[in-house]
């Protein structure tokens, strides 16, 4: 899928515009509630342009998921993770993000991945395979996470099936703060993952001491 | 709200028969994209009795909503627990009952009340609180078992947090299920909340020798 493919002169901005346009108002109003009209006025693009670049709705939401996918190093992790190069804290730092958001949006915040792939209910296997592999990389990324910390947690720990666990908590605990307009949900299932992160560490603790 | 109201003869087969097409279609389908015309096909009746007993969609929702919510004991707990007496089995029971919903529809199963809760994205004060509701009766449904175990966790441990935590694991684990169609990620964020129980047990149970 080439959505990030370059065009010459205006027509890069004009594509880039409807993009940031759906971008913004799928994660406003949701896919189903956003429509033609309404990113045509957001871009402030005529419809000639936006069948050019896509022509279905949801070549747009392809390329809109392919953004979010490609730009999870700049967009999120960077950001998250400046000035933190423990990789423990580093899960956790990546946590602390989404309660940012979460806090500077009165627990408005949704996660965009996680809110598609709940509202759209049969979604085209292109679609589905999209958030998938934006789960993937959020899920890879804490998964070298816990790899590089070694030792410091339990040599059978399933460190995939841990950086999904983390995922659960986020998408989970979003879920629920969004839906009590309060941070407290999140911060009691963080808090909670934060236990069993030291329950783990410290597992690995005494095996060490012990061999 | 007494969407449980019991009306007349004919007029409560009407009303229950839009109640359950309009139930299933939100599931099916979601809430923006089931029409008022989706609703009358389903339910074989005509806009005078939908609009006498349900003056717009959103009051549908609400009845849809609060019929999940009265109903969370016969269709959810009671089967899920049926032979399960030990209140820390329960917890997984329920999370059990989630994978089997999961794996009859193929994965492609969401829980209603954390895909509505995802969908509207800004839904009126009083379809929030009643989203709010059911995550609140789910989360004390589990917070009793808790406080059921007593003894077996250790006795700081946050039980409310803790009924948070298992609900995130669900929402998130159903979630990425669903996004995968794949039982794995369920199962992974499962076998971790397992886990984090057995070294709380544990915990507990070391606490109570040195007591």
């Known amino acids: 899928m080439a959505v990030h493919e370059r065009t010459m002169g205006s027509d890069l901005s004009t594509r880039d515009r409807l993009l940031k346009a759906a971008r913004e108002l799928f994660f406003q109003k949701g896919y189903a509630s956003t429509s033609i009209a309404d990113i045509l006025q957001a871009a402030e693009a005529n419809s000639g342009s936006l069948y050019h670049f896509f022509p279905t709705k949801q070549d747009l939401l392809l390329a809109v998921l392919e953004g979010y ?35 500077r949006s009165e627990c408005a915040y949704g996660c965009p991945i ?27 990324a804490i998964e070298r996470c816990l790899v590089d910390a070694g030792d410091r947690l339990p040599r059978d720990v399933d460190r995939r099936g841990l950086a999904i666990f983390a995922l659960t908590t986020m998408e989970g605990g979003v879920m629920q703060a969004r839906t009590h307009r309060s941070l407290a949900p999140y911060d009691a299932a963080v808090r909670h993952l934060k236990a069993y992160f030291r329950m783990l560490e410290a597992a690995a603790a005494t095996r060490e001491e012990a061999a």
Chains 1, 2 share one sequence.
């Open 114 to 140: 996680g809110s598609l792939a709940l509202e759209i209910h049969e979604p085209d296997p292109v679609v589905r395979e999209l958030l998938a592999a934006n789960f993937d990389e959020w899920t890879s």
């Open 69 to 103: 996918r490609t730009g999870i190093g700049r967009m999120l992790l960077e950001p998250a993770w400046r000035g933190v190069e423990d990789p423990i804290e580093r899960v956790f730092a990546l946590l602390a993000r989404y309660r940012m958001l979460l806090e």
